[in-house]
C-alpha cells in the first residue's frame, strides 16, 4: 500500500515533470501560492523537483511583488503556476500579464491548479492577454497537505469556528462544502 505523503509527491513530481517538458528544454520559473507552497514542502524536497525537472530554474511565490522576482534575465523563462483556485492567487497570477505593462515572463504559461476552477475564475483567465500564450491548464485535485504517511491536513485553522460557532445556517452550509470539495 502506498503511502499518502508518497502518493502526493508522485502526483506532484510527475505533473510538475511532464509540464515543465511541454516547453522544449525553455527554462522555467514556477509560482506557488501560500497554499500550494504547503502543500508542496510537504512531500516534495527541492533537490526532487530539481532532479525530475531540471528545466524549473526558480521557485516563488506569485504573491511577491513583481519587481522583486522578475528580474531581467528571467523575463525569456516559461512560467508554471501551481495555485489553489482561489481569485487572489488567479489575479495574482494574471497581473504579471497585466495590460498596459510588459509581460513578467515571454514563454509559455502553465497553470496547475490544487482542484477545480470555478468558471468565474477561468473566464479571468479566458480574458487576460495571457491566454494566447497558456499551453497548460490542469487540475490535480490535490488540495491537502500530506504530513505523514497517513496523516493529511486541509489547510482550513477557521473550520472549527465556521462549523460548530454562532453563525447562520447558510454560512455552516457553504463550509461544510467548501470542505467536501
Given at each position: 500500500m502506498q503511502c499518502l505523503q508518497k502518493s502526493s509527491r508522485k502526483t506532484l513530481l510527475d505533473t510538475l515533470a511532464s509540464v515543465s517538458?511541454?516547453?522544449g528544454g525553455a527554462r522555467a520559473v514556477l509560482l506557488l501560492d501560500q497554499?500550494?507552497?504547503r502543500v508542496l514542502s510537504a512531500c516534495v524536497k527541492v533537490s526532487q523537483l530539481y532532479d525530475v525537472a531540471p528545466e524549473i530554474a526558480l521557485v516563488d511565490s506569485v504573491q511577491t511583488a513583481r519587481?522583486?522576482?522578475a528580474p531581467a534575465a528571467l523575463a525569456s523563462m516559461d512560467?508554471?503556476?501551481l495555485l489553489t483556485p482561489t481569485e487572489h492567487s488567479v489575479r495574482s497570477a494574471l497581473a504579471d500579464f497585466a495590460p498596459g505593462t510588459e509581460?513578467?515572463?515571454s514563454g509559455s504559461v502553465h497553470f496547475v491548479f490544487t482542484r477545480r476552477l470555478p468558471?468565474?475564475?477561468?473566464?479571468l483567465v479566458r480574458a487576460s492577454p495571457a491566454v494566447g500564450r497558456v499551453r497548460t491548464l490542469r487540475e490535480l485535485h490535490l488540495d491537502f497537505v500530506a504530513l505523514r504517511a497517513n496523516a493529511f491536513?486541509?489547510?482550513a485553522p477557521s473550520a472549527l469556528r465556521d462549523l460548530f460557532g454562532p453563525r447562520d445556517p447558510g454560512a455552516r452550509a457553504a463550509e461544510l462544502q467548501r470542505l467536501a470539495e
Open positions: 517538458k511541454t516547453s497554499h500550494t507552497t519587481a522583486k522576482r512560467a508554471i503556476y509581460a513578467a515572463y468558471d468565474a475564475l477561468l473566464d491536513s486541509l489547510d
